[in-house]
């Protein structure tokens, strides 16, 4: 499985962004996918994750009230939603399924 996320940009504060993990080679099944960001100077910080099998849906606490992670099983996809975006929020933000991680996309958020 080869993962590509997507749908990065420049944004203003208060403005949405659509987020976009696709995978290629074979489909998700059954474990989680993971979205994650790596602000400047900062760690990898875990954001949400849907895991196949149960459908069940994980969020940060940070996250949890903005942002919305879904699937698109047509699209073999994970998206992550991000409403009312801040300028906290610019990071490079990445995509995992079990081990793999995809290239990250750069979500800037100007004030």
């Known amino acids: 499985v080869q993962l590509q996320a997507s749908g990065g940009g420049l944004v203003q504060a208060g403005a949405s962004r659509r987020l976009s993990c696709l995978a290629s080679?074979?489909?998700?099944?059954?474990?989680?996918v993971a979205w994650f960001r790596q602000g400047p100077e900062k760690e990898r910080e875990f954001l949400a994750a849907?895991?196949?099998?149960?459908?069940?849906?994980y969020y940060s606490d940070s996250v949890k009230d903005r942002f919305i992670i879904f699937r698109d099983n047509a699209q073999n996809s994970v998206t992550l939603q991000m409403n009312n975006l801040k300028p906290e929020d610019t990071a490079l933000y990445f995509c995992q399924y079990r081990t793999i991680w995809g290239r990250g996309t750069l979500v800037t958020v100007s004030s």
């Open positions: 080679g074979r489909a998700f099944n059954s474990y989680s």
């Open positions: 849907v895991r196949y099998g149960t459908s069940r849906l």
